[in-house]
């Protein structure tokens, strides 16, 4: 079987989208290659393969300049690639400097400069000048007809300047030339600009870790910190690595990893989170996590490896944009040679149509604008506090019609506080919460540290070697030993499997029912308070254009009828046990699907399940769960329900925009194929239109960094 070995590399001198295709194209031929992804956007590299060696060889038979970076070395591929782009620009400018000083006196004097004897020098100069416009294209469209390939941008540029060139349309040729040259110059730094924005928003990571030695505090990078090593944080400083406080107070910036400013007060005891930053005073930190196991770690690693889940548009485009271009080679072919053969017209009128074709042909508009405007997405959302693993996600999420809700933890705060004790058949109410925290002592369910801390605050405390024997009953309760009696804790499911008889609650609270050797002795009521900005998050997924949002919960009915009322939602299920919740969301995404994707929104560890099933699982909360971040498609990073609608509202602008980009781009290129076509539009036009439409393009799709934050914008 072949070991295949995932790596991501980080790609330097990536100047074109279509280059980008082109690599990701010639490397899905390699058999030893598995699968493939190379977004433009991000110039990033991900690839499955046997043989990487041969993957970093084919990269530089395709694009010798390209330079591929293994991630782990970023900060040093990023500087000296930065550098080298200075130097091509500069590079770039200059040619065209000279390529202009060369064109204005074509431009202006042709007729004079075309009487002999000044031909053979006219040449000369044109020739110098279309060299010095556009080396690198004629080198780029050579490379392309040397792989055998054929139709790229280079190539369509080289056979409409050098047709005009053969027509005698020497400025249209060199003018062309340049001023195509310029508008990728301003595309590449408009892309440029895009990215530095996007990675600003990546900025959080630590860069250094003050950690404690035999000689004091030493600067170390946080990879190579230990567990258990002690760490300092000082005023201003970013916390390197997640850790508990066990010196020192101060109030936490944790916008890096929410997305919102809600200053935490850390003291020791308290769990941080690598990230945040210490505002008022310094921490000393015991490390908990390594630092590639960290908060911040996930959140980078999620967010660059978003771009290896391509959304279907991108794919599209991607395969559109392959046979767009040979086709449109074809149709001018077409016109340049049918109608003077069919008509006896003029060759040279309809080859220039053929030629203004082709400059306007170009698909770059398309394959750079669509990528990037699903990037600047992903990188908002990820500002934002909203992980969204991929692209394929975001439009899934803009499509989603129902979304369903869990309860504890989700919509209330899982916070649960007794209420009230009801002792029956001959036990007091001290003997009632005693049996109950002897009987949850071992389990750490949010009712049974309720429970606990309701007998802590009475004043007792609990001898642990008279319980043994502790069994959870999933989805029902607990069962233990305490002294010589047997204890049952646990919900009206349970009482009545043991057949216990016993009282029948209806509260609008969690009821825990407690049974000592097979006698009801009473119950206990549990409060869980909505969360405040639940019912706002109802109404704007509703504004969001939602049609369907219901709750699925294992608590007690009449707690779930409570929580569903006050937030209006359409329906709920209760009493569930982890597998009838996937049973009961099957049965309601069948009913649901037909208007749509549905979204299933939980605490990302017991409802592990529902949240694999959903179109779109949302694991809320839960950045420190392993299972929440491994199995959820988009992950909540505060416990905050409004997120979820923010998250949808950010989906539904991104794919906006990069539709827009589409409809431009047909729009524009279809409108002058056929004013070209016509005759009605010449090269200048041409190209003209093509740059405009790149560049607008890449503006439009950077407008998504600039949203601000709102959960239902209108």
Same mark, same amino acid.
């Given at each position: 079987?072949?070991?295949?070995?995932?790596?991501?590399?980080?790609?330097?001198?990536?100047?074109?989208?279509?280059? =980008?295709?082109?690599?990701?194209?010639?490397?899905?031929?390699?058999?030893?290659?598995?699968?493939?992804?190379?977004?433009?956007?991000?110039?990033?590299?991900?690839?499955?393969? %046997?043989?990487?060696?041969?993957?970093?060889?084919?990269? /530089?038979?395709?694009?010798?300049?390209?330079?591929?970076?293994?991630?782990?070395?970023?900060?040093?591929?990023?500087?000296?690639?930065?550098?080298?782009?200075?130097?091509?620009?500069?590079?770039?400018?200059?040619?065209?400097?000279?390529?202009?000083?060369?064109?204005?006196?074509?431009?202006?004097?042709?007729?004079?400069?075309?009487?002999?004897?000044?031909?053979?020098?006219?040449?000369?100069?044109?020739?110098?000048?279309?060299?010095?416009?556009?080396?690198?294209?004629?080198?780029?469209?050579?490379?392309?007809?040397?792989?055998?390939?054929?139709?790229?941008?280079?190539?369509?540029?080289?056979?409409?300047?050098?047709?005009?060139?053969?027509?005698?349309?020497?400025?249209?040729?060199?003018?062309?030339?340049?001023?195509?040259?310029?508008?990728?110059?301003?595309?590449?730094?408009?892309?440029?600009?895009?990215?530095?924005?996007?990675?600003?928003?990546?900025?959080?990571?630590?860069?250094?870790?003050?950690?404690?030695?035999?000689?004091?505090?030493?600067?170390?990078?946080?990879?190579?910190?230990?567990?258990?090593?002690?760490?300092?944080?000082?005023?201003?400083?970013?916390?390197?690595?997640?850790?508990?406080?066990?010196?020192?107070?101060?109030?936490?910036?944790?916008?890096?990893?929410?997305?919102?400013?809600?200053?935490?007060? =850390?003291?020791?005891?308290?769990?941080?989170?690598?990230?945040?930053?210490?505002?008022?005073?310094?921490?000393?930190?015991?490390?908990? /996590?390594?630092?590639?196991?960290?908060?911040?770690?996930?959140?980078?690693?999620?967010?660059?490896?978003?771009?290896?889940?391509?959304?279907?548009?991108?794919?599209?485009?991607?395969?559109?944009?392959?046979?767009?271009?040979?086709?449109?080679?074809?149709?001018?072919?077409?016109?340049?040679?049918?109608?003077?053969?069919?008509?006896?017209?003029?060759?040279?009128?309809?080859?220039?149509?053929? *030629?203004?074709?082709?400059?306007?042909?170009?698909?770059?508009?398309?394959?750079?604008?669509?990528?990037?405007?699903?990037?600047?997405?992903?990188?908002?959302?990820?500002?934002?506090?909203?992980?969204?693993?991929?692209?394929?996600?975001?439009?899934?999420?803009?499509?989603?019609?129902?979304?369903?809700?869990?309860?504890?933890? %989700?919509?209330?705060?899982?916070?649960?506080?007794?209420?009230?004790?009801?002792?029956?058949?001959?036990?007091?109410?001290?003997?009632?919460?005693?049996?109950?925290?002897?009987?949850?002592?071992?389990?750490?369910?949010?009712?049974?540290?309720?429970?606990?801390?309701?007998?802590?605050?009475?004043?007792?405390?609990?001898?642990?070697?008279?319980?043994?024997?502790?069994?959870?009953?999933?989805?029902?309760?607990?069962?233990?030993?305490?002294?010589?009696?047997?204890?049952?804790?646990?919900?009206?499911?349970?009482?009545?499997?043991?057949?216990?008889?016993?009282?029948?609650?209806?509260?609008?609270?969690?009821? =825990?029912?407690?049974?000592?050797?097979?006698?009801?002795?009473?119950?206990?009521?549990?409060?869980?308070?909505?969360?405040?900005?639940?019912?706002?998050?109802?109404?704007?997924?509703?504004?969001?254009?939602?049609?369907?949002?219901?709750?699925?919960?294992?608590?007690?009915?009449?707690?779930?009828?409570?929580?569903?009322?006050?937030?209006?939602?359409?329906?709920?299920?209760?009493?569930?046990?982890?597998?009838?919740?996937?049973?009961?969301?099957?049965?309601?995404?069948?009913?649901?699907?037909?208007?749509?994707?549905?979204?299933?929104?939980?605490?990302?560890?017991?409802?592990?399940?529902?949240?694999?099933?959903?179109?779109?699982?949302?694991?809320?909360?839960?950045?420190?769960?392993? =299972?929440?971040?491994?199995?959820?498609?988009?992950? *909540?990073?505060?416990?905050?329900?409004?997120?979820?609608?923010?998250?949808?509202?950010?989906?539904?602008?991104?794919?906006?925009?990069?539709?827009?980009?589409?409809?431009?781009?047909?729009?524009?290129?279809?409108?002058?194929?056929?004013?070209?076509?016509?005759?009605?539009?010449?090269?200048?036009?041409?190209?003209?239109?093509?740059?405009?439409?790149?560049?607008?393009?890449?503006?439009?799709?950077?407008?998504?960094?600039?949203?601000?934050?709102?959960?239902?914008?209108?």
């Amino acid at each position: 079987m072949d070991n295949f070995v995932t790596e991501r590399y980080h790609v330097n001198n990536l100047d074109c989208a279509t280059c =980008a295709a082109k690599i990701e194209n010639g490397l899905r031929k390699l058999e030893c290659v598995d699968d493939v992804t190379l977004d433009f956007a991000s110039q990033t590299l991900h690839v499955k393969a %046997t043989d990487l060696r041969r993957v970093r060889e084919e990269v /530089r038979e395709l694009e010798p300049d390209v330079e591929l970076i293994p991630a782990g070395k970023r900060e040093g591929a990023d500087e000296s690639g930065q550098q080298l782009t200075g130097f091509k620009f500069r590079r770039e400018i200059f040619s065209l400097v000279l390529a202009l000083m060369l064109f204005f006196p074509i431009l202006f004097f042709e007729d004079w400069i075309h009487q002999q004897p000044l031909v053979y020098f006219e040449l000369l100069v044109v020739f110098t000048a279309y060299f010095l416009a556009g080396w690198n294209v004629l080198l780029g469209a050579v490379r392309t007809i040397r792989r055998g390939t054929f139709f790229d941008e280079n190539v369509l540029m080289v056979i409409a300047t050098g047709g005009a060139i053969a027509i005698h349309a020497y400025p249209e040729a060199i003018g062309v030339m340049i001023f195509y040259k310029v508008g990728e110059l301003l595309q590449e730094l408009a892309v440029s600009r895009s990215r530095r924005s996007i990675r600003g928003l990546l900025a959080s990571r630590p860069d250094k870790a003050f950690k404690k030695t035999s000689k004091g505090f030493r600067q170390v990078v946080p990879e190579t910190v230990n567990v258990g090593d002690v760490i300092l944080v000082k005023p201003g400083e970013k916390i390197p690595l997640d850790g508990e406080v066990i010196d020192g107070k101060s109030q936490l910036d944790t916008s890096a990893l929410t997305g919102e400013f809600v200053p935490f007060s =850390a003291k020791p005891g308290d769990v941080v989170m690598a990230g945040q930053i210490s505002n008022t005073g310094s921490l000393t930190i015991r490390v908990t /996590r390594l630092f590639r196991e960290s908060s911040i770690a996930k959140v980078m690693d999620l967010v660059e490896n978003a771009t290896a889940r391509k959304a279907k548009t991108e794919k599209f485009i991607t395969t559109f944009a392959r046979y767009y271009t040979p086709a449109v080679v074809l149709i001018a072919a077409c016109i340049a040679f049918l109608p003077p053969l069919l008509t006896g017209t003029s060759f040279k009128i309809w080859i220039y149509r053929a *030629l203004v074709l082709l400059v306007i042909s170009c698909p770059c508009a398309l394959v750079i604008s669509i990528p990037l405007g699903y990037f600047g997405g992903i990188g908002l959302a990820s500002r934002r506090g909203i992980l969204i693993k991929g692209s394929n996600y975001i439009d899934a999420l803009a499509s989603v019609k129902t979304v369903v809700f869990d309860k504890t933890g %989700t919509l209330t705060r899982g916070v649960f506080r007794v209420k009230e004790l009801v002792n029956l058949n001959g036990f007091s109410k001290k003997q009632l919460l005693e049996f109950a925290a002897a009987a949850e002592y071992q389990s750490n369910h949010p009712i049974a540290t309720s429970i606990l801390t309701a007998f802590e605050e009475s004043g007792r405390k609990m001898d642990p070697a008279k319980i043994y024997d502790h069994i959870d009953i999933t989805g029902k309760g607990v069962m233990a030993r305490y002294g010589d009696q047997t204890v049952l804790v646990g919900n009206d499911s349970l009482l009545h499997t043991k057949s216990i008889d016993h009282h029948k609650c209806e509260f609008f609270d969690t009821v =825990a029912h407690i049974a000592v050797d097979g006698k009801y002795a009473g119950y206990i009521t549990i409060g869980d308070e909505i969360r405040p900005d639940a019912l706002k998050a109802v109404e704007a997924l509703r504004e969001q254009g939602v049609e369907h949002i219901s709750m699925l919960t294992g608590d007690n009915r009449c707690a779930a009828e409570a929580v569903s009322y006050k937030l209006r939602l359409d329906g709920f299920s209760a009493d569930l046990l982890p597998e009838d919740k996937v049973q009961v969301f099957e049965k309601l995404s069948k009913d649901q699907k037909k208007t749509g994707k549905i979204a299933f929104v939980g605490d990302g560890i017991n409802d592990a399940p529902v949240i694999a099933r959903a179109d779109v699982g949302v694991a809320m909360g839960a950045l420190g769960s392993d =299972a929440a971040v491994e199995t959820a498609d988009i992950v *909540l990073m505060t416990d905050s329900p409004l997120k979820m609608a923010e998250a949808v509202s950010i989906a539904k602008q991104t794919r906006r925009i990069v539709w827009q980009n589409i409809t431009l781009a047909f729009v524009v290129k279809g409108s002058f194929i056929l004013f070209g076509a016509m005759g009605l539009a010449t090269m200048w036009e041409a190209v003209f239109a093509d740059m405009g439409t790149a560049l607008l393009a890449v503006a439009n799709s950077t407008r998504i960094l600039a949203k601000k934050s709102e959960a239902a914008p209108p």
